[in-house]
């Protein structure tokens, strides 16, 4: 003998989720009331008539996200798929950035953005995919980096930049530059933004900051011989997160470390094996609320801590 109950549940959730029906057109289809269809959605589930599966592909990446914001007491975590070639991780991490904060940020938000090549990026997908004008700060000097690329087309983002180089000639330019009002309107706008990203640059060659000239490979060489495993901001750290003293760091214009702690949602977008040391190093300073990411990397940071 058929069971009613059993049959209704069926054609409910066949029509909801296969046909696409709304609830209130099975409502009118089955003569039943419309919250008789949820109840009976409700038992679908329950049941067992309807289940839910998630890719064993897709499955491993959101553990491996839970795991890294349980291991590293981060609000979220976003991992994309590691891509075939290394040469499109950057490109690959910037997209998925930018559609991560398109979703959460308002016509009216201020995002503040670091400095380097992976936030260039991310700004440039952002301000390309949004209707309306994004507002961004910079987290740095070095106004290039904040420019668009020309060949992005639209560019629907307004600028406010710190109008200094990233590191200059002496310590006594770097606070005269500091102390002047423009500088400091900056520098009040950065602690009211709603989502701040950084880049994490590693101690290698290829370093965004070696690239453009602004240190040379025997910066880097004394960094790493006083236990420098990366950067955050150019804010040179060692394997603990802690700061490592150099001697451009007071002619530095960048938002200081414990600032940087203050701000809201702080992103921070870097894949590679390669600088799973330094992404390591920045998660236990604590400087990260999310962290953006690739599938084999964040792998490597949970194996790290298990």
Known sequence: MINYEESLITKTAWYYY????????????????????????DKAR??????????QEKSQRLQAEQRLIQEWGLKDAFIVPTPPKENDLNETI???????ISDRITDNAFINMGYGDTPS?????????????????SLTGGVSYYLPNTESGVFNAKLFLYPSPLILSSKEMCESMKAEPCMKD???????????VVGI??????ATIINNGIL????????????????????????????????????????????????????????????T?????????????????????ALALTESQS
């Open 94 to 100: 910037a997209q998925a950035a930018a559609m991560y």
């Open 216 to 275: 040379n490979k025997n910066d880097f060489l004394y960094l790493s011989m006083q236990g420098a495993v990366g950067d955050i901001l150019t804010h040179f750290i060692d394997k603990d997160g802690n700061p490592v003293g150099n001697s451009f760091e007071e002619r530095l214009v960048s938002t200081s470390l414990d600032t940087l702690k203050t701000l809201n949602n702080v992103i921070g977008i870097a894949g590679g094996i390669h600088k």
């Open 121 to 137: 990026k991310v700004l440039n997908h952002l301000a390309a995919m949004r209707e309306t004008p994004i507002s961004v700060v």
């Open 46 to 55: 329950q049941t067992g008539v309807i289940q839910f599966r998630i890719s």
């Open 18 to 41: 296969i046909e696409n029906m709304t609830q209130q057109k099975i409502s009118e289809k089955l003569g039943i009331s419309r919250m008789k269809v949820i109840k009976l959605l």
């Open 277 to 297: 040391e330094t992404i390591r190093a920045v998660l236990k300073g604590h400087y990260l609320d999310i962290l953006i990411t690739d599938e084999e990397t």
């Open 201 to 206: 640059g590693a101690m290698n060659d290829n």
């Open 186 to 196: 900056i520098a009040r706008m950065v602690s009211l933004a709603n989502i701040s």
